[in-house]
């Protein structure tokens, strides 16, 4: 009785809470928009020339050994016999850092982290000069066209001496609004299906770890690449329509 009261008259279902990124203020939802906005505008003018314009950077961990998931390590039994068991396993603490250089048409560069390094002002600017060169190989148009980069907000990403190295090579660098990890397609689209690719693997040295990412960037389709920036253009969209809210996929 009480469950039809629930459910067929009053209509409540249970369901579980989204996580977030952060609780935005209406000052971090107003920059979302304005950002969000400038960018379909400019999108909406000059169309897929835009997108082929633009290089998206992340870092990115990736972990000698991620565990599988549960879904993941599902195996067929038959119907009489014990359900197979596996042992828990955590995330190893040896792990590389990564920094993804790409755009619509594929990866341009990746840097690996030193080890006991870390990603500082002196060494992303360093990282900057040498995609630079791997763009005058790779994509020798778009350094006429003019280069559109998207970054997010991280220090050594926004320091004086980074600035300037920009304006040197004379990227433009488009408005990415703090804590909108749901507006960054390295985040949306790339991270994910790359550490689910990894998952389950044993990889002994850091350079194992190395040739599994350069690999799997090498024998992804170029189609995926681009998908990730047509659905960059419809999270600008869905940003604007939700008032700045976070964006479901």
Same mark, same amino acid.
């Not at 900057?128 to 280069?147: A, E, F, N, Y």
């Given at each position: 009785?009480?469950?039809?009261?629930?459910?067929?008259?009053?209509?409540?279902?249970?369901?579980?809470?989204?996580?977030?990124?952060?609780?935005?203020?209406?000052?971090?939802?107003?920059?979302?928009?304005?950002?969000?906005?400038?960018?379909?505008?400019?999108?909406?003018?000059?169309?897929?020339?835009? *997108?082929?314009?633009?290089?998206?950077?992340?870092? +990115?961990?990736?972990?000698? &050994?991620?565990?599988?998931?549960? @879904? /993941?390590? %599902?195996?067929?039994?038959?119907?009489?016999?014990?359900?197979?068991?596996?042992?828990?396993?955590?995330?190893?603490?040896?792990?590389?850092?990564?920094?993804?250089?790409?755009?619509?048409?594929?990866?341009?560069?990746?840097?690996?982290?030193?080890?006991?390094?870390?990603?500082?002002?002196?060494?992303?600017?360093?990282?900057?000069?040498?995609?630079?060169?791997? *763009?005058?190989?790779?994509?020798?148009?778009?350094? +006429?066209?003019?280069?559109? &980069?998207?970054?997010?907000?991280? @220090? /050594?990403? %926004?320091?004086?001496?980074?600035?300037?190295?920009?304006?040197?090579?004379?990227?433009?660098?488009?408005?990415?609004?703090?804590?909108?990890?749901?507006?960054?397609?390295?985040?949306?689209?790339?991270?994910?299906?790359?550490?689910?690719?990894?998952?389950?693997?044993?990889?002994?040295?850091?350079?194992?770890?190395?040739?599994?990412?350069?690999?799997?960037?090498?024998?992804?389709?170029?189609?995926?690449?681009?998908?990730?920036?047509?659905?960059?253009?419809?999270?600008?969209?869905?940003?604007?329509?939700?008032?700045?809210?976070?964006?479901?996929?």
């Amino acid at each position: 009785m009480v469950n039809t009261i629930i459910h067929e008259h009053l209509h409540f279902r249970k369901v579980s809470a989204r996580w977030v990124p952060r609780q935005l203020s209406a000052f971090d939802r107003h920059r979302r928009v304005e950002g969000c906005t400038e960018l379909k505008e400019r999108f909406d003018r000059e169309g897929q020339d835009f *997108l082929d314009r633009i290089i998206k950077c992340d870092e +990115t961990c990736v972990h000698h &050994f991620t565990p599988e998931s549960k @879904r /993941a390590s %599902t195996q067929w039994k038959l119907a009489d016999s014990p359900p197979p068991k596996k042992f828990q396993a955590i995330v190893s603490a040896g792990k590389v850092m990564a920094s993804v250089f790409w755009d619509k048409h594929g990866i341009i560069h990746v840097d690996f982290l030193p080890r006991g390094a870390t990603i500082n002002t002196e060494y992303y600017c360093r990282v900057l000069s040498d995609v630079h060169m791997h *763009l005058q190989k790779k994509r020798p148009g778009l350094i +006429t066209k003019g280069v559109l &980069f998207l970054q997010d907000n991280a @220090r /050594a990403h %926004t320091a004086h001496h980074t600035t300037c190295t920009l304006q040197q090579l004379s990227w433009e660098v488009l408005p990415h609004p703090p804590y909108s990890l749901d507006l960054a397609p390295s985040d949306f689209h790339l991270s994910g299906p790359l550490k689910e690719f990894l998952r389950g693997q044993h990889f002994s040295t850091d350079d194992e770890v190395k040739q599994a990412v350069l690999g799997w960037f090498s024998h992804t389709d170029k189609s995926f690449y681009a998908e990730a920036f047509q659905a960059l253009v419809k999270h600008w969209d869905k940003c604007i329509n939700v008032a700045g809210e976070y964006v479901e996929k």
